[in-house]
Each structure stands twice: as structure tokens, then as C-alpha cells.
């Protein structure tokens, strides 16, 4: 355990160090925050009761979570495995195990500055949650970091280094757009709607909202996300291999 957590603090580190890395995790959701929160240009199909605020902070929180759990990690995992760095760790007595659980680890405190940094700037804003729901919302985004981590490393596992720099950004960007994180399914078409709700990100974008407006649970989002994490995580388990 205590090289798990060393390797953790090295990983989490190196994380908040590396400027890129910043970008994607708290720059980018900062700005599409001020951007979709402050400004209307985006139709957002707001109820009665709702602000621009109590749609977008959730949302921008799950991108947070999409930002470190799989864009970053996939992009440095690939790059680490090109370079022959998991071959070498694999082989010290970290073990295959102690990256994964590592890097989790990392991920996860990365999380909680994210949290702790966005969520000031939406409360500066005038963000208001339902505080009744913040166990639902931890536990959507713990849900939601296992299947995008495991999706991550899935996809750092088994393709090389430049297609994986390609195919995270672009999902990046996809899901920001028509993803159902940021923007809800109900500003889509009904068909897009319907499927953006069976993705791992429209469920934690629904399950996040849902918790901080109303301090509600949404079963439905819960167990799509629960589904895509253990399907994910065993594909990752299968098919990941620390060594290009």
C-alpha cells in the first residue's frame, strides 16, 4: 500500500504540474462553465424553477470527471506505455495492480481539486445545490470515474500512442456537444435524447443534475452507470496491456 501511494502522489503531481493536463481538467470546464452559465445563447429547455447555474454546474462537473478520468489518463497512459514506462513499473514490485490502482488513486484526488475549484467558481456565480443530494451526486461520480477511467485505459491499451491523442480529444469534444454531460437530453431531438440516455455520460450528467436540484436519486442513471463501469473495467481487465 505504501507504493501504491507513492506511485499515487507521483501520478497526481505530475498531473496538476503538467500544463496540458491542466487545460483539460479545470480550464476548459471553467470556461464552458462562464460561457453556458453567464450567457444565453444556449437554448437549455429550463423549467420554472431552474437557473442557467443548476444546469450547467452538474454538467460541467461531470466533464470535469470525463476530463481526468479519460482524456488525461488515456492520453499519458498511451504515452507512458509507448515509452516503455508500465513495462518497467510492471516489472518492480508496484506489479500490474499497483499502476492500476495508483492511477485510480491519482484520478481520484485530482477529482477532488477539480470539485473543490469549479464548485467555488458555480457558488460565485450564484450556484445554489440541494445539499440532501450531495450522496447521490458523490456516488454518480465515483460511478462515472470507474467507466471512464476503465474506458481510458481500454483504449490507451490497445492503440497506439497518436491514435489514442486523436480519438480522446474527439471525444472529448463529441460529448461535450451531444454527449447529454453539459447539455441535457431534453435540447436534442427526441431520438437523440433516447440515446444519449443509455450512455455513460448522459447518466452521470442526468444523475449529477438530478442530485443537486432536487436532491433526488435517479435510479435509472445509477444503474446505466453502474452497467457501463463493470462492463468497462472488465474489458479493460481483459484486453490492457502495459507494453506497446
Keep these: ?63 470535469a470527471v470525463l476530463s481526468s478520468a479519460f482524456t488525461s489518463q488515456a ?19 508496484l506489479g500490474t495492480r499497483g499502476i492500476v490502482a495508483g492511477k485510480v488513486m491519482a484520478i481520484f484526488a485530482v477529482q477532488v481539486v477539480q470539485v473543490l475549484v ?29 467507466a471512464f477511467t476503465s474506458l481510458g485505459l481500454l483504449i490507451a491499451g490497445t492503440l497506439r500512442a497518436e491514435a489514442v491523442l ?8 463529441l460529448i461535450l456537444i451531444g454527449g447529454g454531460l453539459v447539455l441535457p437530453a431534453s435540447t436534442f431531438s427526441p431520438a437523440l435524447a433516447a440515446a444519449t440516455s443509455w450512455l455513460p455520460s448522459g447518466a452521470l450528467g442526468e444523475a449529477l443534475r438530478t442530485a443537486t436540484t432536487t436532491g433526488g436519486l435517479d435510479v435509472l442513471a445509477l444503474l446505466v452507470l453502474a ?18
Design 75 to 93: 492520453i499519458s497512459t498511451a504515452f507512458d506505455r509507448r515509452w516503455g514506462v508500465l513495462r518497467l513499473l510492471a516489472t518492480t514490485p
Design 166 to 173: 486523436a480519438v480522446a480529444n474527439l471525444l472529448w469534444v
Design 1 to 63: 500500500m505504501k507504493r501504491v501511494l507513492a506511485y499515487a502522489h507521483f501520478e497526481a503531481t505530475t498531473a496538476m504540474r503538467n500544463g496540458e493536463q491542466l487545460l483539460v481538467a479545470i480550464i476548459l470546464p471553467a470556461l464552458v462553465l462562464l460561457g453556458l452559465g453567464l450567457s444565453d445563447v444556449v437554448d437549455l429547455s429550463l423549467q420554472a424553477d431552474q437557473t442557467r447555474l443548476d444546469i450547467v454546474v452538474p454538467g460541467v462537473l461531470g466533464l
Design 227 to 244: 452497467a457501463w463501469a463493470a462492463v468497462l473495467a472488465l474489458a479493460a481487465s481483459r484486453w490492457f496491456r502495459p507494453t506497446a
Design 118 to 146: 469549479l464548485g467555488a467558481l458555480g457558488l460565485m456565480l450564484g450556484w445554489r445545490p440541494d445539499l440532501g443530494g450531495l450522496v447521490w451526486a458523490v456516488a454518480a461520480g465515483i460511478l462515472g470515474s470507474i
